[in-house]
């Protein structure tokens, strides 16, 4: 600390500890000194507020993708990283802004009223209406602005994390996934049930039912009731029925899931064997069809006809008890309960083209449009499958994937006698399945039978059109099902096709029933997804504020430390930094009636016009080290400029005499004496 001079001061207090204070601030000059404590705590709240804009954006990603559970707290907790960022950032600004108007109040003389705005703009927005503040300090009034402007981004950021419903993904397994396996129907023995229990697919006769006599065997009797339920719920609902709990079970609660499952399963290989352009007639006559397709509009009156039982099953195989048993005992025929072929399902079928005949045509009255005529014929084979199911929503979705089709269910050809064309013999024998030789062999097939039985019920019979109906006439269950037009009584054109898919969702529709033997569940890879109200956060809706307001503090603190470097020193706009630099005598008497500070305050003192600058005085104090003069807000021709690393000190003591004279008052005399004679005066 340098000093002027090392003896007391001349001025004398009656307090004892004011006048020690006196005594030791006494000699002091001023210190070109940029204390660390403004540029640090500025630097410090520009890092807090960079780093609660990082925490912030940290925070948002966190919660991005993620269930919007507690939105009140999360938002509550973004509102205040938002709030913290806004307030350590504008304490920023404005810690800066008070070294900016330092320096401004040196390079500019401004009206008390200008003067007043600038200490009072970043708390009193009234402030900016003061013209001269603006004209004379753009940059300081600027800063001020911006320290009540970066408050939006504390509105604007917390929008930047919202809820919306998304649909979330991964690969996984699902453990208990409902599958078929038929060869637990084909060990399944209907008088024991601890191996599989559940319902079976048919029902079996024996002859003995004991299972004791040599030689026993049970044999295919007819489908099971369960299984019969199930088909006509296949029909009438046009598509597979989905078990009320698959989704939860397979994907688990709140899920979505697609997974793949393969099987073996009865199937038809559906096969065009003839058309009204390729009648194919001794070809199909070879192959066993029980007509031709002269039966078939526009030749014929049918627009179907379907022959689906030649070779089936006989029903009843022999006389049976209660038991199943046969009543008549002894020899058993050596055919008794053996598959000797499985019905293929012919189907004949005309489509309606909606091209008219020509009016003169002799088809035109009975069939209008012309009409092409198609004959198909679906075998029963042994299928490998692989069907995609998919649960969204809780909503079955089935799509088959693959389909391979191994070997005739039974691999004999039907041979019509020509006696009876009801009659039909099957060959070669040595393929017949028999209940007696391969037992599980007999139990799959008999269990497939099954399944063709109850889908053939609703396709045997016809629907024609005579010359002289005006619609057509069925004879078929058909007409119950998908696969008839119900608008025109015709089939659908891509029969074929859909014959094939009405039974496989009879093949479907069994996942839906958990008590039967067939059923089983089974683990399986399986793409898992929920759509849920989750959090969206936007980073561009943050950071867009966030970079705008950090840009202003930055260059804000830029333009405090050049104003801090010119300074020399770091200040504020605290009462103590406004009462050292208000030393002057000139002010004093400005101020005469205004020293309660209250309001209206003078207009005409609010005129004056002040700068910060060195005093000039007429006797300035001289020191060890020269001349020191005095810096305080003074009028225009009062003051000068202060020079960066000057020697300053204090204010020489001047008072009014009673003569109306200036000059020097006792150095002896105590303060608290000279304020009772000043008042005197005054």
């Known amino acids: 600390m340098s000093t002027f001079d090392s ?4 001025y004398k207090s009656t307090d004892v500890d004011t006048q020690a204070l006196v005594n030791r601030r006494a000699g002091e000059t001023v210190q070109w000194h940029i204390h660390w404590y403004t540029p640090a705590i500025t630097v410090a709240l ?28 999360m938002i509550r907790y ?34 008390i009223s200008a003067i007043d705005g600038l200490f009072a703009a970043t708390e009193d927005p009234t402030s900016f209406r003061i013209g001269e503040m603006i004209k004379n300090a753009k940059l300081a009034t600027l800063m001020a602005l911006c320290s009540w402007l970066i408050p939006i981004a504390s509105v604007l950021s917390p929008a930047s994390l919202t809820s919306d419903m998304m649909t979330s993904s991964v690969s996984t397994h699902c453990p208990n996934v409902a599958t078929l396996d038929f060869g637990r129907e084909a060990v399944n023995n209907f008088r024991l049930d601890t191996d599989f229990p559940g319902s079976t697919l048919l029902y079996y006769n024996t002859t003995d039912i ?13 489908p099971s009731k369960f299984m019969r339920r199930l088909a006509i719920i296949v029909v009438y609902l046009k598509e597979p029925r989905q078990y009320a709990n ?5 994907c688990g609660s709140g899920w979505n899931c697609t997974y793949s499952i393969s099987f073996q399963a009865p199937g038809y290989k559906c096969e065009e064997v003839a058309s009204s352009e390729h009648p194919n007639t001794d070809e199909i006559v070879a192959q066993g069809a029980p007509f031709n397709i002269s039966l078939i509009a526009p030749e ?18 022999v006389d049976t008890g209660r038991d199943g048993m046969p009543v008549h005992k002894g020899s058993f025929p050596d055919l008794l309960g053996v598959f000797q072929s499985e019905p293929v399902l012919w189907i004949g079928y005309a489509i309606n083209t909606s091209q008219p005949y020509e009016p003169t045509s002799k088809k035109f009255k009975q069939w209008r449009n012309v009409h092409e005529a198609k004959i198909m014929k679906c075998v029963a084979h042994h299928t490998e499958y692989t069907f995609e199911l998919n649960y969204t929503d809780g909503i079955q979705y089935t799509r088959r994937k693959q389909r391979n089709f191994l070997k005739p269910l039974v691999d004999t050809n039907i041979t019509i006698t020509s006696e009876n064309h009801n009659k039909s013999t099957a060959s070669p024998s040595s393929n017949y399945i028999r209940p007696n030789t391969d037992v599980p062999l007999y139990k799959r097939t008999a269990a497939y039978h099954a399944m063709g039985a109850l889908f053939r019920n609703f396709l045997r019979g016809d629907i024609s059109k005579g010359p002289d109906s005006p619609s057509p006439v069925t004879r078929s269950d058909i007409s119950e099902t998908r696969l008839v037009i119900p608008k025109t009584a015709y089939p659908v054109q891509d029969l074929q096709e859909q014959v094939q898919l009405m039974f496989e969702d009879m093949i479907i529709t069994l996942l839906s029933e958990r008590h039967l033997i067939v059923s089983t569940n089974i683990s399986v890879p399986c793409s898992k997804s929920r759509t849920v109200n989750v959090y969206v956060y936007y980073p561009e809706g943050l950071w867009i504020g966030y970079a705008i307001v950090i840009t202003v503090a930055l260059l804000s603190m830029i333009i405090g430390a050049w104003s801090i ?5 770091t200040s504020d706009t605290h009462f103590s930094r406004i009462m050292v630099t208000t030393r002057n005598p000139t002010i004093d008497r400005l101020s005469v009636g205004a020293c309660l500070g209250g309001d209206p305050f003078p207009t005409d003192l609010k005129r004056a016009k002040l700068r910060f600058g060195v005093l000039v005085e007429d006797e300035p104090k001289e020191g060890q080290f020269g001349v020191l003069e005095h810096c305080t807000f003074g009028t225009v021709g009062e003051t000068k400029d202060i020079v960066k690393y000057g020697k300053y000190a204090g204010l020489r003591r001047w008072s009014k005499g009673l003569n109306g004279e200036v000059g020097d008052r006792d150095e002896e005399k105590g303060m608290l004496e000279e304020a009772e004679e000043d008042a005197a005066v005054h």
């Open 7 to 10: 003896r007391l001061s001349p």
């Open 46 to 73: 520009f890092v807090g507020g960079f780093m609660g804009a990082v925490a912030h954006h940290l925070f948002y990603k966190h919660l991005n993708g993620r269930p919007a559970e507690n939105q009140l707290l």
């Open 78 to 111: 973004g509102t205040a990283l938002a709030f913290f960022t806004k307030a350590t950032l504008v304490g920023t600004v404005i810690l800066c802004y008070r070294q900016r108007i330092w320096h401004t109040f040196r390079k500019k003389a401004m009206t």
């Open 210 to 222: 004991n299972a004791t006599t040599p030689g026993w065997f049970d044999y295919y009797d007819q």
């Open 246 to 250: 698959a989704s939860v079970e397979a």
């Open 300 to 317: 014929g009156d049918y627009v179907y006809y379907a022959n689906v039982d030649l070779g089936d099953y006989e029903d009843p195989q």
């Open 565 to 569: 470097f010119q300074n020399g020193v």
